[in-house]
């Protein structure tokens, strides 16, 4: 299948901080209080104007579901500060980073955040991820921790897909923009044959701005952007987008060995 095509070329953009980047994507979800500490205007704010970095360490520090893997993307790769740019990028779209961190390393950790949680049989699926080839990208979360935590059957299975399409990061090739939100072609989840898997590319109106204030202020018509539940995150350039696609593709080819 033929995803969203890639940029042309690689535009020389402005690089943020780690801490600036992560409040980037986790502005997506903490705007509808689905994780994180109470204070989406920080993120926005601290996130489209340079940044506090001090403030937006603090914000970090409350997001209980991504700071685990940051921590440990850069404990495996010897880098000291788990807000560096490139753990940032590596837990978000994906990087060689991730190859550092080796099944024994991500077992450890999800056996000491999730085994308490979960009853012995999903435990049984979840444990199978690091040996499978599962590493601690934002999409490993999304497409094998929550669905083995939650539900991917019976009734719930179309609310299950939609929060998990939602919640990955997906990348969309922008059309037009309408007031505060763009038009994008995106790459939606499907279930086919009971198996996760990629349908095919559709119109979507993301949010790109609030009253102005946003992440793309340079985004123009054909540059791709990056996507957290309805809010654009950044402007991609061709490496960040194969990244993405190649990584997000890889995770659901082991969700799927277990769903």
Aim: proline share 7%; charged share 25%; with cysteine.
């Amino acid at each position: 299948m033929r995803l969203v095509p890639l940029p042309m070329a690689d535009a020389v953009r402005h690089q943020p901080v780690g801490p600036v980047l992560f409040a980037r994507y986790a502005y997506g979800p903490n705007r509808l209080g689905l994780c994180g500490p109470d204070d989406a205007d920080a993120l926005l704010g601290e996130g489209s104007g340079g940044g506090n970095e001090r403030e937006l360490r603090e914000l970090a520090l409350g997001f209980e579901g991504a700071y685990p893997y940051l921590e440990l993307i850069a404990r495996a790769n010897a880098i000291a500060d788990p807000l560096d740019r490139r753990v940032v990028d590596a837990y978000w779209l994906g990087s060689p980073l991730l190859d550092k961190v080796t099944p024994n390393l991500l077992g450890e950790s999800l056996k000491a955040r999730f085994r308490p949680r979960v009853g012995q049989h999903t435990w049984k699926w979840l444990e199978s991820s690091a040996p499978s080839g599962a590493k601690p990208v934002h999409a490993f979360h999304v497409l094998d921790v929550f669905p083995k935590v939650g539900l991917m059957r019976g009734e719930q299975a179309d609310k299950v897909l939609h929060v998990m399409d939602s919640c990955r990061i997906r990348w969309g090739r922008v059309q037009e923009r309408d007031g505060d939100f763009l038009v994008v072609n995106t790459v939606p989840l499907v279930i086919v044959d009971n198996k996760l898997a990629f349908g095919p590319p559709r119109a979507e109106r993301i949010t790109a701005w609030r009253d102005g204030v946003g992440f793309v202020s340079d985004v123009k018509p054909n540059d791709v952007v990056s996507i957290h539940w309805d809010w654009a995150c950044d402007v991609l350039i061709a490496d960040q987008v194969a990244r993405l696609v190649s990584w997000t593709q890889r995770e659901l080819d082991i969700a799927n060995e277990t769903l």
